[in-house]
Each structure stands twice: as structure tokens, then as C-alpha cells.
């Protein structure tokens, strides 16, 4: 059947005569500034492009649901978890993190995670990473970190010397850079990795009580990494290829899912716990704290246009519903007041009226008003203050989370207990990883320290072998550093570490 005829308009909806023959005067111009279609033609495609996100710039999306599959009522008030069966519609992100929008998918980089679960009592993000832990525990070190993985002011080149200098005066990162550095740190596709909530939360419950809790999201494709090789010939022969195998997944009817589960911890196990739970440095050991499942996601339809939906999505880790709250972690606090700040910049102060990032289940109602882009009428003829006697929208302190105590001295406080942040990198190395992880894992250490200066090296070369000394044995072996110098540098205070490889 053919399909009915459309007409060509303006932006404002009235019919346009020509669109391939801009008005001149005489056949060979100049052009006439009254061609209003021209203008707004150009003047629109001047603006096509926004300002790129700073980090996770390049990224694929897709909605799908989150299905509840075991009954964790008591750890949450959540509604969206109250019930075995219950499905909840989200909206997926995955992206690396360094690279700039038309980066190779195949980066070694972390990979976002990020996850808008589209409640019945608004919208609630999960905005997390495929790797459970982070280089830097302090929100003061976050614009640094990330000018260590872009480019050099001068040349416009990434810099072996900046990324590798930073981290090695970062010792809290040796964690994450062995998981990064790992075949983890090339996942062969989005499908094929876990997602993590990194940070501790709080989840409480109706009767005042509070737990805090980790999320993991296990694919249920099973793990699949790229070796070094195929991820850099994947970034020359098709560098949107992670983008793509979502996409195509997705149209092929072969929807990807992810298990959920939840590690659980009491007030009191943290308060007693070995190591301050809210580090995002740190896992929760497993057998400590078992993983307790709770649900199943499913990815199960693409977006229809990228730009509005993929592009203009925007998550934040400050979206909670009732039940689900923050916790103290320093670096959680400082991605509170980030992401709704970064969205501001990028899309406007009312980028939550976007469709994709509105919520679904209920309509926002507040006394916030007006601001560039305002497309909400509902709230015209209401209050525009509270309290008021014209029956405005009223909080509700039931939803209250439970006061949570807190002492101690205002300051800019030092990490008190340097030594721990060598231990779940060691344990990581010694008793997860296969021999054939940990040849991977030095093989692409190597092949990128390599490239950074020799005193540079030997610092860093010297946190792998606090982890482990083999570790940090093959890693110098396969450098061609001295190893009784490195030997000699991990058995020194990071002060005097740095002292000695300033020379
Ligand atoms: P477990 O032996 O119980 O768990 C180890 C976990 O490590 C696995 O369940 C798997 O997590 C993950 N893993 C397996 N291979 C690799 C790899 N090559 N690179 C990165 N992670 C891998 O031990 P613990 O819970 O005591 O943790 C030991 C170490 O395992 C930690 O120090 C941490 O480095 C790592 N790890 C721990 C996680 C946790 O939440 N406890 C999560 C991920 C890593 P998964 O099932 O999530 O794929």
C-alpha cells in the first residue's frame, strides 16, 4: 500500500515550497536574507550538536524491564520491589568513560552502567560501572583522575606519562587498575559484562530499620573479554562494535539479561567491620557477604532515535525512590551534586522533562518553576510557594529515611590505613585469576607503562608488587626495570617512594 503523501514544513509547522533551490536574486544569487526557510535550516544544523558529556561520552542505550524474581520486602520499602512477578520498565546506558563521542567502543576503559528503573514512585538510577571498585575513594581527586585519561593540552595526544604519574601517586587505585588492566578492561561486548553498584547504599524499611547494600548485575551471556590484539583491531576495523552488537542483539530478538542480586550488611556488621565498608575501593568479600538475589533485567527493545533518547539521557546516583538512600561514601556524596549538574550544563535546568529522563509512574510536582525549555503546563494555575492554603502539593514524612548517626571533627581528613589498599589487588591476583588472567594482565600492563617515563615506572611498577611481589616481578621483568629497585621502592612509605623517583 502506498503510504500517504507528507508535506514538507518549517519548524513551525506551515508547508515549504522548495527545498533545493535557496531564493536569490538572479540565477546566479547573491541570496536573499527573506528565505526564512534557509535561515532556520542553517541556523538549526548550527546547533545540532550539544556539549558532549565530560566523562562516558560515547555510549548505546536500550529499554527493557526489571522483573523481581525473590522477595527482599524486609530489607526496603521500595514499591518497585515489593512483590515476586513485579516488572518495573527501564532504560539502559552503557558507555567507556575517557574517549570523546566517536571513541572506539573497544578502549581499555571502565564501562558505565548505568540503569533508570521507571517506578511507580518515580524514577530511581543505578548509575554504575562494569567494574566494582574505583581508582580514587575522594570526590577531590575526580577532575584530575579524568584529565589524566584525555588529552595533553599541548599536543592533543593521550599521555602515558600523565595517566601513569597520577595513578602512581594514587595508590588507592592499584585495585581497579588490576581489574582494569585485566581482559575485564576490554569487555568483548555490553552484553558480556557484569554491572556493579561500586558504592555502599542504604535500603531501610517501614519499620525504621536500615541495611547497606551493593548491587551486582551478573550477565547472564556469561563474562566474554577481547585480548589486547582483537580490541585494537577492533578499534581500526569497526570501532562502534559494542554499539552495534547491543543494537543488532536486540533486533534479532536475542535479548540480553543480567541476574541482580544484593549484598547485604547490617548497621552493626559495618560499625565493626574490618575495613570502612563505604571505601568504593573496596569489594565486600563474597564470603562475608553472600550475594542475595532479588531479580532479573531484560533488554528487549531499541531506541527509536539516539539522539533524544540515548544522547539526551541523563542519570544521576542522587535519583532515589522511598527505601533506597545514600550512604556515607565521600566519593558517592560528591557524584550527588555532579550529575544533576553536569545535565544542567548539558541539556537545561528542566532536562527532566526530556521523555526519556521524565518520570513515568508519577507526574513531578513541586514549587519548582519556569527556566530555559519549560514543556510541563500542568502546574500553571497552582501555587508557585509552600506552604500554602490552595491545596499545593504536601510532603510526606513517611517516606523518611531513618536518621543515620554521625560524629567526629570537621577537617580534611587522611586516609588513616594506607596498607589495606594493597590487599584485594593481591587477592585478586593471587586467588582469582588463572595463570592465563595474570599472563593477560601483565602483557597489557607492560604494553602501556612501557611507554611512560623509567621513574614513572619504577613508582608504579612498585604498587603492583605491595599487591603481590611476583606481580610486581613480572611486571618490572617484563618492563626491563630492576627488580631489586623495585623491591627497594615497595618497601618504602609512598612519601619517601616519591622522594626517591624524583631524581
Ligand atoms: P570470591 O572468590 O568470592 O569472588 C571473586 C570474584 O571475582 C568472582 O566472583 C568474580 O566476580 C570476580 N572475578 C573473577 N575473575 C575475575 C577477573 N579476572 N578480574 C576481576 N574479577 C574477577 O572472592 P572475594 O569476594 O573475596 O573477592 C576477591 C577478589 O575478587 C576481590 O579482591 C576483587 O578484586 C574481586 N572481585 C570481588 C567481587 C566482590 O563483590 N566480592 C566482585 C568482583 C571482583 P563476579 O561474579 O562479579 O564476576
Known amino acids: 500500500m502506498a503510504k500517504k503523501k507528507r508535506t514538507l514544513t518549517t519548524n513551525f509547522g506551515t508547508p515549504v515550497d522548495d527545498d533545493q533551490n535557496t531564493v536569490t536574486a538572479g540565477s546566479s544569487g547573491p541570496a536573499l536574507i527573506q528565505d526564512v526557510h534557509l535561515i532556520e535550516k542553517l541556523a538549526h544544523f548550527d546547533r545540532e550538536r550539544i556539549p558532549e558529556r565530560v566523562v562516558h561520552a560515547k555510549g548505546a542505550g536500550a529499554y527493557g524491564y526489571f522483573e523481581v524474581t525473590h522477595d527482599v520486602i524486609r530489607y526496603t520499602m521500595a514499591q518497585f520491589l515489593s512483590k515476586i512477578g513485579k516488572r518495573t520498565e527501564v532504560f539502559v546506558r552503557f558507555s567507556t568513560v575517557g574517549g570523546e563521542r566517536g571513541s572506539a567502543d573497544s578502549a581499555r576503559d571502565p564501562r558505565g552502567f548505568a540503569v533508570k528503573f521507571y517506578t511507580e514512585e518515580g524514577n530511581y538510577d543505578l548509575v554504575g560501572n562494569n567494574t566494582p571498585v574505583f581508582f580514587i575513594r575522594d ?118 539479561s543480567w541476574t541482580v542480586s544484593v549484598q547485604i550488611m547490617t548497621a ?26 532479588v531479580g532479573r533485567m531484560v533488554l528487549d527493545r531499541n531506541p527509536e532515535n539516539y539522539f533524544a533518547e540515548v544522547e539526551q539521557s541523563a542519570f544521576s546516583p542522587g535519583n532515589f525512590v522511598p527505601g533506597i538512600a545514600a550512604s556515607p561514601d565521600k566519593l558517592l556524596q560528591g557524584r550527588l551534586f555532579s550529575y544533576h549538574d553536569t545535565h544542567r550544563h548539558r541539556l537545561g535546568p528542566n532536562y527532566h522533562l526530556i521523555p526519556v529522563n521524565r518520570s513515568k509512574g508519577t507526574a513531578a510536582d513541586n514549587y519548582q518553576r519556569d527556566a530555559a525549555m519549560l514543556t510541563d503546563e500542568r502546574t500553571g494555575g497552582d501555587p508557585n510557594y509552600y506552604p500554602n492554603t490552595f491545596a499545593g502539593p504536601e510532603p510526606r514524612p513517611e517516606v523518611a529515611e531513618p536518621p543515620f548517626e554521625v560524629t567526629g571533627m570537621a577537617a580534611r581528613q587522611t586516609y588513616t590505613h594506607p596498607n589495606d589498599d594493597f590487599v584485594q589487588a593481591g587477592d585478586l591476583y593471587r586467588k582469582v585469576m588463572t595463570d592465563e588472567d595474570r599472563d593477560h594482565l601483565i602483557g597489557n600492563i607492560v604494553d602501556h607503562l612501557g ?42 612509605s609512598q612519601e619517601e617512594r616519591v622522594k626517591a623517583t624524583m631524581e
Do not use: C
Not at 623509567?454 to 605491595?466: D, E, G, S
Open 451 to 492: 611507554g611512560a617515563q623509567k621513574r614513572i615506572q619504577l613508582r608504579q611498577t612498585a604498587l603492583f608488587y605491595k599487591a603481590d611481589p611476583e606481580y610486581g616481578r613480572h611486571v618490572a621483568e617484563g618492563i626491563g626495570l630492576d627488580v631489586k629497585k623495585v623491591e627497594h621502592l615497595a618497601g618504602l
Open 139 to 256: 570526590p577531590l581527586k575526580f577532575p584530575d583522575f579524568i584529565h589524566t585519561q584525555k588529552r595533553l593540552a599541548a599536543s592533543n595526544l593521550k599521555d602515558p606519562d600523565m595517566f601513569w604519574d597520577f595513578l602512581s601517586l594514587t595508590p588507592e587505585s592499584v585495585h581497579q587498575v588490576t581489574i582494569l588492566f585485566s581482559n575485564r578492561g576490554t569487555p568483548r561486548s555490553y552484553r558480556h559484562m557484569n554491572g556493579y553498584s561500586g558504592h555502599t547504599f542504604k535500603r531501610y524499611n517501614d519499620k525504621g530499620e536500615y541495611y547497606w547494600v551493593k548491587i551486582h548485575l551478573i550477565t547472564d551471556q556469561g563474562i566474554q573479554n577481547l585480548s589486547r590484539e582483537e580490541a585494537t583491531r577492533l578499534a581500526g576495523e569497526d570501532p562502534d562494535h559494542a554499539t552495534r552488537d547491543l543494537y543488532e542483539a536486540i533486533e534479532r530478538g536475542d535479548h540480553p
Open 268 to 293: 552493626e556488621q559495618a560499625g565493626d567491620y574490618h575495613f570502612n565498608p563505604f571505601d568504593i575501593t573496596k569489594v565486600l568479600p563474597h564470603g562475608d557477604f553472600p550475594l542475595i538475589p
